[in-house]
């Protein structure tokens, strides 16, 4: 964190709301202070703000959270103007503006989407502005959509290529047991994801979030996988976060940054299929960096066309994720044929299944 230069900071409904449901305003000013200090080097934040539905509840006059998907999107379009009225004057005493961008899943999914989202974070950055980031939940739905926060700060944090995410919540950090279990204590450094193994990890989300632990950690999996950094600490031990000092639990980073295709590839594409490789074919596609041949495929998994993206598994599962040449009816032609093979059945000048370049391993 010392050395970070851009960070993700996503901090929950249960940090942003009081005991009666209400927005904490003295908590939305803090992180505005804070954030605007950070930003004072030539730095920059983007802030990932739940609380769209917690801050409609009481103008509704709504005394929880809705269940109903109706409610609950009328709840998020009431509270979301709110949010953000709330946080552009926060920072304005500050002299700094900020921007509302909400996300959906099609943002992320869709390449186009994806790139245009990323291209317009950046100009925000450029020219001084904090962005505040939430999932559109007016438009939402409960099968399409990110789900939690959580997850949609680490997909924004490796949009933007951060240097750290950190999430904040209302606990300290990653425990080996839930708080308050006898013998439990706080995990102050996570190195690898073998580690967590041996965390018991519950998801009891506050009684106006969405999230837990769980999704805390499968956000942090995913943006350590993708070289970023995590920070997870407790909402009023920001200021001491973005200093360096050690709070929290600390995720290392695991993986190499991608690119940002790469990137999208492995985490935000929608898969359409499945191709299923010998041990020989998933050697040559994570040790030795090759392109998927047709000789290493053994099944074809589903229907799907030429240019879209597909899980690639071998004996042991997934391993990577890519976009394919052929239309799946192809490929099972192709599939188990050296490229004399396919040359002397006619191919003429045969491509990789999945070029080198196409290719996301995950392994």
């Given at each position: 964190m010392?050395?970070a230069?851009?960070?993700?900071?996503?901090i929950?409904?249960?940090?942003?709301?009081r005991?009666?449901?209400?927005?904490?305003?003295?908590r939305?000013?803090?992180?505005a202070?804070?954030?605007?200090?950070?930003?004072?080097?030539?730095?920059e934040?983007?802030?990932v703000?739940?609380?769209?539905?917690?801050?409609?509840l009481?103008?509704?006059?709504?005394?929880?959270?809705?269940?109903?998907l109706?409610t609950a999107?009328?709840?998020?379009?009431m509270?979301q103007?709110l949010?953000v009225?709330?946080?552009s004057?926060?920072?304005?005493?500050h002299?700094?503006h900020?921007?509302?961008?909400?996300?959906t899943?099609?943002?992320?999914?869709?390449?186009?989407?994806y790139?245009?989202a990323?291209?317009?974070?950046e100009?925000?950055?450029?020219?001084?502005?904090?962005?505040?980031?939430?999932?559109n939940d007016?438009?939402?739905?409960?099968?399409?959509?990110?789900?939690?926060?959580?997850?949609?700060a680490?997909y924004?944090?490796?949009m933007v290529a951060?240097?750290?995410?950190?999430l904040?919540?209302?606990?300290d950090?990653?425990y080996?047991?839930?708080?308050?279990t006898?013998?439990?204590?706080l995990v102050?450094?996570?190195?690898?994801?073998?580690?967590?193994?041996s965390v018991?990890?519950?998801?009891?989300?506050?009684?106006?979030?969405?999230g837990?632990m769980?999704?805390?950690?499968q956000?942090?999996t995913?943006?350590?996988?993708?070289g970023?950094?995590?920070?997870?600490?407790?909402?009023d031990?920001?200021g001491?976060?973005?200093r360096g000092?050690?709070?929290?639990t600390?995720f290392?980073a695991?993986?190499?940054?991608?690119?940002s295709?790469?990137l999208?590839?492995?985490h935000?594409?929608?898969s359409r299929?499945?191709?299923?490789?010998?041990?020989?074919?998933?050697?040559a596609?994570?040790?030795?960096?090759k392109?998927?041949?047709?000789?290493?495929v053994?099944?074809v998994?589903?229907h799907?066309?030429?240019?879209?993206?597909?899980?690639?598994?071998?004996p042991?599962?997934?391993?990577a994720?890519?976009?394919?040449s052929?239309d799946s009816d192809?490929?099972?032609?192709m599939a188990?044929l050296?490229?004399?093979?396919?040359?002397?059945?006619g191919?003429?000048n045969?491509?990789?299944?999945v070029?080198r370049?196409?290719?996301a391993v995950?392994?």
């Open positions: 010392a050395s230069r851009r960070v993700v900071v996503k929950g409904s249960s940090s942003l709301t005991e009666d449901g209400g927005l904490d305003l003295n939305i000013d803090v992180v202070r804070l954030a605007s200090q950070w930003c004072e080097g030539g730095r934040i983007l802030i703000s739940s609380g769209a539905i917690a801050a409609g009481e103008p509704l006059g709504l005394g929880a959270r809705p269940r109903d109706p999107q009328a709840t998020a379009a509270g103007g949010l009225a709330r946080w004057a926060a920072f304005q005493s002299h700094r900020v921007a509302q961008v909400l996300l899943t099609d943002d992320v999914m869709r390449r186009d989407h790139t245009n990323r291209q317009a974070l100009k925000l950055l450029g020219f001084g502005v904090v962005p505040i980031i939430n999932e007016t438009v939402a739905t409960r099968e399409v959509r990110f789900g939690d926060n959580d997850r949609l680490s924004v944090a490796q951060a240097d750290a995410l950190v904040l919540t209302d606990v950090g990653l080996t047991a839930p708080p308050g006898p013998g439990a204590h102050p450094t996570v190195g690898s994801h073998d580690e967590l193994r018991l990890v519950t998801g009891a989300g506050s009684k106006v979030g969405s837990g769980v999704t805390k950690v956000a942090a995913m943006a350590t996988s993708s970023i950094g995590v920070l997870l600490t407790h909402a031990r920001l001491e976060a973005l000092e050690r709070v929290g600390w290392e695991t993986g190499q940054r991608p690119a295709r790469t999208w590839i492995a935000a594409a929608p299929g499945e191709l299923l490789l010998d041990q020989g074919a998933v050697e596609i994570t040790a030795r960096k392109s998927l041949l047709a000789a290493g053994r099944q998994i589903s799907f066309d030429s240019g879209d993206v597909v899980d690639i598994a071998g042991s599962g997934l391993v994720r890519g976009i394919v052929y192809t490929v099972a032609a188990g050296s490229a004399r093979d396919l040359l002397r059945s191919w003429e045969p491509r990789p299944i070029h370049d196409d290719l995950l392994l």
